[in-house]
């Protein structure tokens, strides 16, 4: 999912820019969310620190009670996020030198004074096209929408029962795919590997293999005992390497 997060003082522009993101959206089938604020918040504060799919910040650098610049240094430096993606909008050209020689990754300088649809419009599309494009994920269709899971982000894949869809476990919440767990596997990487008729696990996400138990534990703290015996052997090669 792509998650939008407005930050701007000014009620108008929050309005504005959800109804831009809006109308470039309806040309593509991605689920998405918009976040607005008017404020630095707590609230705000969880968006960022949460584990949600691409976010992308539009942020207006004179804010109500902090600077856009500011939250950039929260988000880069405090969370340690990098990949998320950022576009600077304000009013004021003169801090353009600013914003961008801060070594902050900022995506785009917009000025609200200048043609702000058009531009937002432009980025919006590459940004999409890039997720589009991205090899390290797991795209799909689902009830007619296109949904997309970065490989990094799927804990396991488990059948669910008496059914003929799957359920993606993820680091932020689980979705349903309508897939055999043969047909999942093979839009995979080499990282996942099938320890069960079932259950497909990736090994990235492993903490433990309790042997004893036949008991792996995931960094999340989940757990899943669906080992068979045949797929038993693989399992035990696979996390040997992964702690190697």
Partial sequence: MLNFIIYDDEKQFLQKNKKIIDCCMMNYDY?????????????FEEVIKSNNDLKIYLLDIEG?????????????????????????????EELKYDALSNR??????????????????????????????????LVYEFNHNLKR???????????????KKCIIHTIYGNYPIAST???????LNDKFIKISRSTIININQVSEYDLANNEILFLN??????????????VIKSVCKLFK
């Fill in 64 to 92: 109500k009670n902090k600077s856009g610049l500011d939250i950039v240094r929260i988000i880069r430096e405090k969370y340690n996020d990098w990949s998320s993606i950022i576009i600077m909008i304000t009013s004021h």
């Fill in 31 to 43: 689920d998405y969310k918009c976040y607005s604020f008017d404020e630095y918040n707590e609230k």
């Fill in 181 to 187: 767990i043969c047909d999942v596997l093979n839009k």
């Fill in 221 to 234: 703290g989940e757990k899943t005992t669906d080992i068979s015996r045949l797929c038993k052997k693989d």
């Fill in 104 to 137: 902050l990754y900022l995506m785009d300088f917009i000025n609200k004074l200048e043609n702000i649809e058009e531009i937002l419009k432009e980025d919006i599309k590459r940004i999409v096209e890039s997720y589009t494009n991205s090899s390290e994920s």
């Fill in 149 to 163: 899971i970065e490989y990094k982000n799927i804990i396991y894949i488990s059948k669910e029962k008496d059914s």
